[in-house]
């Protein structure tokens, strides 16, 4: 069974930084491309980030350029995403997802986890 | 980048009503849309992803169409479990990969 794991959400203060985890079960990590997707309190969805199976390519929201990095770990089934000059608009539910094998639509979320941003 | 605009943003319907969501492309996206469907409190769920192509183990009253710009994801025979949002997604052209704003279904 595929799951998805975050962790690392919290309350941090303008200007702070946080790291998010995701520990991925169930499948092959290595072979899958994966993504960060956040959703505001009451907002829609929001990509923030990808980056490929081998780290080789990585992409942004211009919301988070700059500001976050994404990286992983596949000896460790691991997603991350560094989080700093955190502003009161990354406020959100932070999301990894998994895309299917051949397509960037998401067949596999973890169940999300809360960064609020606030002094 | 590409924008996806649904509507209605939200409406009310009853049980065993037949109802449809539309989401239109700022430029075509051939049928590299997907579907979603959330609960509050929970994680997205993929239902339909190729415009039309339904995700194993959604049930059949879900279905979709459409391809270039204008899509639409109908509820056959709408259930109490289907009252939730509900969410576009092109995977055509990224980045960014971008949703649509969302639509609600609520309970008249």
């Known amino acids: 069974e595929v799951q998805l794991v975050e962790s690392g959400g919290g309350l941090v203060q303008p200007g702070g930084s946080l790291r998010l985890s995701c520990a991925a079960s169930?499948?092959?990590?290595?072979?899958?491309?994966m993504n960060w997707v956040r959703q505001a309190p009451g907002k829609g969805l929001e990509w923030v980030s990808y980056?490929?199976?081998?780290?080789?390519?990585?992409y942004y929201a211009d919301s988070v350029k700059g500001r976050f990095t994404i990286s992983r770990d596949n000896a460790k089934n691991s997603l991350y995403l560094q989080m700093n000059s955190l502003r009161a608009e990354d406020t959100a539910v932070y999301y990894c997802?998994?895309?299917?094998?051949?397509?960037?639509?998401?067949?596999?979320w973890g169940q999300g986890t809360l960064v609020t941003v606030s002094s | 980048a590409i924008r996806m605009t649904q509507s209605p943003s939200s409406f009310s319907a009853s049980t065993g009503d037949r109802v449809t969501i539309t989401c239109r492309a700022s430029?075509?996206?051939?049928?590299?849309l997907a579907w979603y469907q959330q609960k509050p409190g929970k994680a997205p769920k993929l239902l339909i992803y190729?415009?039309?192509t339904l995700q194993s183990g959604v049930p059949s009253r879900f279905s979709g169409s459409g391809s270039g710009t204008d899509f639409t994801l109908t509820i056959s025979c709408l259930q109490s479990e289907d009252f939730a949002t509900y969410y576009c997604?092109?995977?055509?052209?990224?980045?960014?990969?971008?949703f649509g704003g969302g639509t609600k279904v609520e309970i008249k």
């Open positions: 997802a998994r895309p299917a094998v051949a397509d960037d639509y998401f067949d596999y």
């Open positions: 169930g499948f092959t990590f290595s072979s899958y491309s």
């Open positions: 980056i490929s199976s081998s780290s080789s390519t990585i």
């Open positions: 430029q075509g996206i051939s049928s590299y």
């Open positions: 190729a415009a039309s």
């Open positions: 997604q092109q995977y055509y052209s990224y980045p960014p990969l971008t």
